[in-house]
């Protein structure tokens, strides 16, 4: 291990549905710089993987009629395909349900137990069951979770707690000594003014309102709450043992660990930038050297999701500009610190004029002005102007400004720089006029030594373009005839070797048609929508009634409370249910539908007045209002209905 190590991370990406561009996005952004640092000389340990735990997921596999891990193998699948597709270079692609991060996970929470760090008590509060978070009083909006702007429940359950506080000056005082920790800047100030200045609250560590987790082992009606679980695999993937001091761990451990750089998402910032080292701290740990909170890409003006109709899938617009093409996009067109927008005729735009035009032409117009005048033999460098004095500077320039641009993440910017290069040589071709030197046989080394320069150009080009686009950089060196593809190659100008032979060549990037490009997107659109729904007959219809038969029914709105499974009752849920002036219990034929926790907290419709009934020995005081025989569906309601009112 004569090497400098690199250890970079992804988030692991929730195992509840395929991912989308903007989640891509960061798996492309961590292969890039893993890809930059190979290319320096360093040992690359690139981590990603599925967070596979949670309520959220016990939820889609109840909804999909199969077990948590089933519906979670065929997600995690999914996943790897994506990245597979998007070539990705990762050294371990980890799932929370692997068996040696599960171990571990168990006995980092022993670990906490023991040494006071957990206590066991019991939470209420506000919960968002997509994002797996809780929430305070002041923190809820409206009603609302602050992270993702969904409804949030009341949730109260026997738990266990992080003591969040003991540790919160240590942390303080390590962000104040390490400004580096955090990055983008904006985003260290954020966490520090928004979360550790107004003081932590001691954090929800267990669950026992669902199954699907990791049991605490001398508790095992407790499951780990997901956020410890998940922010552990950063250890776990590369052989931690809860049970050694950091002197005592693995050489392969001590060698990796601190990671060098965590990329996540600015929305669980929170969460990897307080709760993780803190967690960490009290492992007695090394912190990480710095977490990268980027930005997120905006479909035209509105965050990417499905509910908005807006996704695009980086699978499919591979199928439209090629994976490069993808991972270009998302690379040239993510600022720094602030959100990135993608657009079809975005995307058509960068495609045409980067690509294709600048990248794509000097490639063809290079090779093939090389076969025609030299028979594809790479021509000697003659005597140098001012112009290829000009192109050799811009050249150095180039590679200077991308490696600091990529050794500091701004990898836009690191995008920039090459594609600015690429014009400047194109530029040349404009100046130097290889065409008109050609019919002058007196110019012919002269001519030799501008073809020189721009092959030396595309290659350097290719170079700094491997770790961006891989599979082109290759094509690239292939027409180029070179194997000389290292960075270290492209630190003097002049590193291409005149007298090879040239490969074939051929259009690097096909120019797009915009009206062809237009019908693949809407025959994209067609394929992905869900099929024509059956035409539906009219059902028999009960006898008619008048308006004071309907007003003897007595609807009223009311909240869930609790939920739980009758024993022996396979169909029945036990509920109760608040109408404002009195509490009741009702019995409902829907488990086959709902799991209780996904009913707690939601506002119902109940027939007030039917006549009390006992149902597999248990009394029921009511009915619930719902829909459908083969797929039941409970009416639920809006949060701001008040309880008790008369439904007419």
């Not at 190979?38 to 009629?65: M, N, P, S, W």
């Not at 560590?205 to 709450?225: A, C, L, M, N, Q």
């Not at 290292?486 to 040239?502: E, H, K, N, P, V």
Request: charge should be negative; charged fraction near 25%.
């Amino acid at each position: 291990m004569s090497k400098q190590k690199f250890y970079l991370t992804t988030a692991i990406m929730y195992a509840s549905r395929k991912p989308h561009f903007g989640n891509t996005y960061e798996v492309i952004l961590a292969d890039a710089i893993a890809r930059f640092q190979r290319q320096l000389g360093r040992d690359v340990y690139f981590l990603t993987g599925t967070d596979e735990h949670g309520q959220k997921i016990e939820g889609c596999a109840a909804e999909a009629g199969v077990t948590p891990k089933a519906y979670v193998d065929g997600v995690a699948g999914e996943i790897k395909d994506l990245w597979k597709c998007m070539n990705t270079t990762h050294s371990r692609f980890i799932r929370t349900t692997d068996e040696d991060h599960e171990s571990a996970v168990k006995k980092i929470f022993s670990r906490f137990f023991k040494q006071g760090d957990i206590y066991k008590g019991c939470y209420e509060g506000w919960y968002c069951t997509p994002d797996e978070s809780f929430f305070t009083d002041s923190q809820v909006v409206d009603g609302k979770c602050p992270d993702c702007g969904r409804p949030v429940v009341r949730a109260k359950e026997e738990a266990y707690f992080f003591k969040m506080s003991a540790y919160a000056d240590k942390l303080m005082d390590y962000i104040n000594e390490h400004p580096e920790f955090i990055e983008p800047d904006s985003r260290r100030k954020e966490m520090v003014n928004n979360f550790l200045k107004p003081g932590l609250q001691d954090l929800c560590v267990s669950r026992t309102s669902f199954r699907w987790g990791i049991e605490v082992d001398f508790d095992p009606k407790h499951v780990v709450y997901v956020w410890l679980d998940a922010l552990s695999n950063y250890i776990t993937a590369i052989g931690y043992d809860p049970d050694k001091s950091y002197e005592e761990q693995s050489e392969q451990f001590k060698y990796l660990w601190p990671a060098d750089v965590h990329f996540i998402g600015k929305d669980i910032l929170r969460f990897h930038t307080i709760y993780w080292p803190i967690f960490l701290m009290a492992l007695g740990l090394p912190l990480p050297k710095k977490v990268f909170g980027h930005p997120w890409f905006i479909a035209g003006d509105d965050k990417m999701s499905k509910s908005r109709g807006n996704v695009i899938y980086s699978d499919k617009l591979a199928e439209l500009i090629s994976t490069d093409g993808v991972r270009y996009y998302a690379l040239s067109e993510m600022p720094y610190a602030n959100d990135g927008s993608i657009t079809y005729e975005n995307i058509f735009n960068r495609y045409n004029t980067d690509l294709a035009n600048n990248l794509g032409n000097l490639v063809s117009r290079t090779h093939a002005m090389t076969v025609k005048y030299f028979g594809g033999v790479v021509p000697a460098c003659g005597e140098l102007t001012e112009l290829d004095r000009e192109l050799q500077k811009a050249a150095a320039d180039a590679i200077a400004h991308f490696q600091e641009n990529m050794l500091s993440y701004h990898v836009a910017d690191a995008c920039e720089d090459v594609f600015t290069f690429l014009r400047r040589a194109n530029k040349y071709i404009d100046e130097t006029m290889p065409w008109a030197l050609a019919k002058d046989e007196s110019q012919k080394e002269r001519l030799g030594t501008v073809l020189y320069h721009l092959l030396e150009c595309v290659r350097i080009a290719a170079v700094l373009l491997l770790p961006i686009m891989p599979e082109s950089a290759e094509k690239i060196f292939a027409r180029l005839g070179t194997n000389q593809t290292d960075y270290a190659s492209i630190a003097t100008f002049g590193g291409l070797q005149s007298g090879i032979l040239l490969g074939e060549g051929g259009a690097l990037f096909a120019r797009l048609d915009e009206e062809a490009f237009k019908a693949q997107i809407e025959a994209q659109k067609a394929a992905d929508e869900p099929a024509p729904q059956e035409v539906v007959e009219e059902p028999p219809h009960e006898a008619e009634i008048n308006i004071d038969h309907f007003a003897c029914v007595e609807l009223r709105t009311a909240q869930i409370l609790s939920a739980e499974r009758i024993p022996k009752a396979k169909k029945l849920l036990k509920l109760k249910v608040d109408l404002g002036y009195e509490t009741r219990q009702i019995v409902s034929g829907i488990a086959k539908f709902y799991t209780p926790e996904e009913l707690v907290g939601k506002k119902v419709i109940i027939v007030a007045n039917l006549a009390k009934a006992t149902l597999c020995g248990v009394e029921s005081q009511g009915m619930l209002l719902a829909s459908g025989e083969e797929d039941v569906k409970v009416v639920f309601l809006d949060d701001s209905v008040k309880l008790g009112e008369r439904v007419r």
